[in-house]
């Protein structure tokens, strides 16, 4: 399960990067992942949408047993 959350992870991580952020898993039961916004992610504005509308979606494009998706300091 880690090996394809870190497969979705890498999908998003260039658009991250293109903005000067990264993300990083933190952890994960069966249906949650924690990860941490890096970089410019931290003080995005946008962060909250970023993590719903592409770090969220592309993890259950890939798990589609995963709920929820957060993001811990």
């Given at each position: 399960?880690?090996?394809?959350?870190?497969?979705?992870?890498?999908?998003?991580?260039?658009?991250?990067?293109s903005?000067?952020?990264?993300?990083?898993?933190?952890?994960?039961?069966e249906?949650?992942?924690?990860?941490?916004?890096?970089?410019?992610?931290?003080?995005?504005?946008?962060?909250?949408?970023?993590?719903?509308?592409?770090?969220?979606?592309?993890?259950?494009?890939?798990?589609?047993?995963?709920?929820?998706?957060?993001?811990?300091?």
């Amino acid at each position: 399960m880690k090996e394809q959350i870190e497969k979705a992870l890498d999908e998003i991580r260039p658009f991250l990067q293109s903005d000067g952020g990264n993300i990083e898993l933190i952890s994960f039961t069966e249906t949650e992942v924690k990860v941490r916004l890096l970089g410019n992610c931290i003080s995005c504005t946008v962060n909250q949408m970023t993590l719903k509308n592409g770090v969220e979606m592309t993890i259950k494009k890939h798990l589609p047993q995963i709920e929820k998706v957060t993001s811990v300091e």
